[in-house]
């Protein structure tokens, strides 16, 4: 009797649907990581206007399945990976206080958030997602926080919106809080939880700390880490106020408890913090998830229009750089009092 061949038929079907589309997003990361690389601006922000410059591929074509793939599972898929980059001892080789006051000003900035939304007319799904980001770790929490908001017509638009503004604002940090650190007469270390628990982004948070000495851009780093540890907390939180205010996805669905990428977050911070992954494989997986990030973002650009983002309006703007200047008074002021 002879055997027949596997059959690869459904694997090839998918590979022809949603290939172009995650192939374009790769091509795009990889063109921003060689531009920021080369010229110095953040890749992240080089990913997103790439993707806005090619969002005529993802209305209608080979690409769109796959732009939507990369948009949300390769999304997910990066955030969950970031797990490796924890662990309890460098949590916990910071001293309680700074921790403390961390995450009191992640919390602090979000309730901030919806507060400052509410007065200036503006939805929770919104402050959530600006306060977040601002809050956590920019453009990587923003995507993650988006992915388990429910969905109405202006979900992308204000994704892409927030993405821009932290980025920004996260460049703009990095050369004004070295000075600022400078003019408050900031120890090393204070200079270095001070940056650490304010600068959105973990490159602006390493390019600014390694400006002022090796012991603030250590301190900063591992501070910032701390915050992106948040990251998890903070969406099962969401997830489960969503839940339990009723509130439901397109389609009926209701938010998951716990999404899946969040458990594997945990499970994977629990594995580096006793020390299980090999050096090389953890520079391996985050390496990955800072690929993916960078696809997922370079989707997320194609699926915006830059006329849907300019009807924002400027409520939008002045919230977010109202968030962005209410961690930073937090922080200073907890860190003067702390340190």
């Avoid at 924002?312 to 340190?339: K, Q, S, Y």
Wanted: net charge neutral; with cysteine; glycine share 10%.
């Amino acid at each position: 009797m002879k055997l027949s061949p596997l059959d690869f038929s459904p694997l090839r079907q998918r590979v022809a649907v949603y290939g172009p589309g995650v192939l374009l997003s790769a091509v795009l990361a990889i063109a921003a990581q060689f531009l920021s690389d080369h010229y110095g601006a953040p890749a992240m922000l080089l990913a997103l206007l790439l993707g806005i410059a090619f969002g005529f591929l993802a209305e209608e074509g080979r690409c769109v399945a796959g732009i939507d793939l990369s948009a949300q599972t390769v999304l997910r898929f990066g955030v969950a990976l970031l797990g490796v980059r924890i662990s309890a001892d460098l949590v916990a080789g910071l001293g309680w206080e700074p921790i403390a006051l961390v995450i009191a000003g992640v919390f602090a900035t979000i309730l901030f958030g919806l507060a400052g939304a509410r007065m200036l007319g503006r939805g929770w799904r919104l402050a959530l997602l600006t306060g977040g980001a601002v809050a956590i770790c920019g453009a990587s929490a923003a995507m993650a926080i988006a992915s388990i908001l429910p969905k109405n017509e202006n979900s992308q638009r204000n994704l892409t919106f927030t993405v821009l503004g932290v980025t920004v604002l996260s460049t703009l940090a990095m050369i004004a809080y070295p000075i600022a650190a400078d003019l408050l007469d900031l120890s090393e270390a204070a200079t270095g939880v001070f940056f650490g628990g304010t600068i959105h982004d973990v490159a602006q948070v390493v390019g600014a700390g390694f400006s002022v000495s090796e012991t603030a851009g250590e301190t900063a780093t591992v501070v910032k880490l701390i915050r992106v540890t948040m990251l998890a907390p903070v969406i099962l939180i969401f997830g489960l106020c969503l839940a339990g205010f009723g509130v439901e996805r397109q389609a009926g669905e209701r938010p998951p408890l716990v999404p899946g990428f969040i458990l594997l977050f945990f499970a994977l911070a629990a594995v580096n913090s006793f020390e299980l992954i090999p050096a090389a494989v953890r520079d391996l997986l985050a390496d990955i998830s800072r690929w993916a990030l960078l696809t997922a973002i370079a989707a997320v650009g194609m699926k915006t229009s830059l006329r849907k983002i300019a009807e924002v309006g400027a409520a939008a703007i002045v919230l977010i750089c109202a968030e962005t200047l209410f961690l930073a008074a937090f922080i200073c002021v907890g860190v003067r009092a702390l340190m």
